[in-house]
């Protein structure tokens, strides 16, 4: 079983940047493919980004491409979403997920385990 972090969150301007980190528990956090989350009020969990175990493959929602970089530097056992240009309408909550496998994972029902969320606000 793994643990989840999420931190970096908060307020921004539009066309800003912030960059969220996702630390998880364990020993063996290669094992775990990682996929960034967001949820605005009313809306449906979206995925944003994905990356395998291995960080080979990544995967971006078409929305936040170009925009947004999922990283994971597997000595840190921390996966990174590095945001920039936000948008009004990147305003949401960010949860990252894991699960076990070296692909990148794109449905909110293929990841068992799920950190508590960190809003983000982006004001126009």
């Known amino acids: 079983q793994v643990q989840l972090v999420e931190s970096g969150g908060g307020l921004v301007q539009a066309g800003g940047s912030l960059r969220l980190s996702c630390a998880a528990s364990?020993?063996?956090?290669?094992?775990?493919?990682m996929g960034w989350f967001r949820q605005a009020p009313g809306e449906e969990r979206e995925l944003v980004a994905a990356?395998?175990?291995?960080?080979?493959?990544?995967y971006y929602a078409d929305s936040v491409k170009g925009r947004f970089t999922i990283s994971r530097p597997n000595t840190k056992n921390t996966v990174y979403l590095q945001m920039n240009s936000l948008k009004p309408e990147d305003t949401a909550v960010y949860f990252c997920?894991?699960?076990?496998?070296?692909?990148?994972?794109?449905?909110?029902?293929?990841?068992?385990?799920w950190g508590q969320g960190t809003q983000v606000t982006v004001s126009s």
């Open positions: 997920a894991a699960r076990t496998g070296d692909i990148a994972y794109i449905r909110n029902s293929e990841y068992p385990y």
């Open positions: 364990g020993r063996t956090f290669s094992r775990y493919a």
């Open positions: 990356i395998s175990g291995s960080g080979r493959w990544t």
